[in-house]
């Protein structure tokens, strides 16, 4: 069954930065679209990014643009979120995710949590 492991999270300051990576378990894993999100209890989940697998284009939320940037190795089947000029408000746990075309969300990671200390 695939798998989405994400890695990278931790603590980090304000104003610095952390990479999330999220690998798929399975070489032949070819979705259309991988993601971002994340989640703060309480609230609810919150969209961070995609970028679509074939085409390397990409969107942002409001509230990461200009800080965050999403990347993808399809050779590794990883995606990555780089995360720059980190604040408080950006702590949560960060969920990757895929889907495929004319799919809605359907693979998700187990979470990895982001705290950023003020």
């Known amino acids: 069954q695939l798998q989405l492991v994400e890695s990278g999270g931790g603590l980090a300051q304000a104003g610095g930065s952390l990479r999330l990576s999220c690998t798929a378990s399975?070489?032949?894993?070819?979705?259309?679209?991988m993601g971002w999100f994340r989640q703060v209890p309480g609230q609810v989940r919150e969209f961070i990014s995609d970028i679509n697998w074939e085409t390397g284009s990409t969107r942002y939320g409001n509230s990461v643009k200009g800080r965050f940037t999403i990347s993808r190795d399809s050779a590794k089947n990883t995606v990555y979120l780089q995360m720059n000029s980190l604040k408080p408000e950006d702590t949560a746990v960060y969920l990757c995710?895929?889907?495929?075309?004319?799919?809605?969300?359907?693979?998700w990671g187990q979470g990895i949590q982001v705290t950023v200390s003020s």
């Open positions: 399975e070489r032949t894993f070819s979705p259309y679209v």
């Open positions: 995710a895929g889907r495929l075309r004319l799919r809605t969300y359907e693979y």
